[in-house]
């Protein structure tokens, strides 16, 4: 069983913040999430888009944004279970909590922070009758080990940027790379549009729009799949080794709906702006996945969320001590790894 002082459920940027503000207490965190890596959104669905209201950075990329929170919490040695879904939590006799994935993964901590921005993230799938047969034998939804691809025919139907981006990455690993997508347009980031463009000129990929994927095929694994021509109504048949429709995550609360927790409106209520705990003492919920008067869905919002609730925990755990706020201007920031980080120390010096 993994023990930590507060299992964080999402990796989202609020969720890496909060492991920040903790470790300021010298309080351990563990993250579980869904996704197959830390970020949330910023990492699966927009990591070459721009955010423009972070303070500090005029402009910085979201998946930018989640490499700099990861180097922020490097010297707090936070743990990780990516991949799996926080399923259940059990609250024993002490007060703390254990929490159990879908695959079995028990967590054990006297705080649980829910920082799972709009829920755990189900792939949307497209309307095939035999979808289901071919999952894991030739279709995904994600791509986690692009290696895998290496040599083979691959397919991605989408227009956005994930669609745009694992073309471009796998259009040198895999035999042959074809993008299909329903209009003629893409919503992704303009270079990465010009690249695709690019890549297509040079026979390196093969574009199919407005084109949709309208029957898969094969024994046993997939074989082969039907694009349809949106406009003519033409149909061609492709061969594949793997499919991979990217049409974006569709977020829900999920199995922590039926955790007991007061939910208005697919979001968990908490107190207002105190310590954004919920109605079970010892369970927080931060970022987009709660609500209250007045509540802001920003970034921004989040990492103050983080940070009171944080302050909260740490009287929680340690309810006879009484900390002390420093400035990290001031007593500087001390990681469990031993590695110190601090201001410049002031030069007293006497003048004749």
């Known amino acids: 069983m993994i023990k930590t002082d507060i299992l964080i459920i999402g990796a989202g940027p609020t969720g890496l913040f909060a492991v920040f503000e903790a470790g300021l207490l010298q309080l351990k965190c563990h993250l579980i999430d869904a996704l197959p890596q830390a970020g949330g ?21 979201a998946g930018e944004l989640v490499d700099n929170l990861m180097e922020q919490i490097k010297p707090f040695q936070p743990g990780f279970t990516l ?12 007060g703390t909590f254990v929490v159990t994935t879908n695959k079995g993964t028990k967590h054990h901590a006297p705080v649980v922070a829910i920082a799972g921005g709009l829920g755990s993230f189900e792939p949307r799938k497209p309307l095939l009758d035999n979808l289901a047969k071919y999952e894991d034998n030739g279709v995904a939804y994600m791509i986690k080990e692009p290696e895998m691809y290496r040599g083979k025919k691959v397919l991605i139907a989408g227009g956005g940027d994930s669609a745009l981006d694992w073309s471009i990455f ?30 297509k000129n040079e ?17 046993n694994v997939l074989e082969k799949v039907t694009v349809q021509n949106v406009d003519t109504s033409e149909e061609t048949e492709v061969e594949v080794d793997h499919f991979i429709p990217l049409f974006g995550l569709s977020p829900k609360l999920g199995p922590i709906a039926d955790w007991g927790l007061e939910i208005e409106k697919n979001a968990i209520k908490v107190d207002n702006s105190y310590d954004y705990q919920t109605n079970i003492p010892g369970i927080y919920a931060i970022g987009d996945v709660n609500t209250y008067p007045g509540k802001l869905k920003l970034i921004l919002c989040g990492f103050h969320e ?11 755990i340690f309810p006879d001590k009484k900390y002390v706020m420093k400035y990290t201007t001031v007593g ?21």
């Open 83 to 94: 991949g799996e879904r926080a399923e259940t939590i059990d609250k024993l006799e002490d």
């Open 170 to 199: 796998l259009a040198d690993i895999a035999d042959e790379v074809t993008l299909v997508h329903r209009r003629n347009e893409f919503r992704g980031a303009l270079d990465s549009v010009e690249k695709v463009q690019h890549l």
């Open 306 to 316: 983080a940070t009171l609730m944080c302050q909260s925990a740490y009287q929680r």
């Open 203 to 219: 026979g390196k990929i093969n574009l199919m729009t407005p084109s949709e994927v309208v029957a898969l095929h094969g024994e």
């Open 41 to 61: 959104q910023c990492s699966e669905i927009y990591p070459k888009k721009p955010i423009y209201d972070i303070p500090g950075y005029p402009e910085v990329l």
């Open 332 to 352: 500087g920031v001390t990681g469990f790894d031993g590695s110190k980080k601090e201001a410049p120390k002031a030069v007293v010096k006497s003048i004749d």
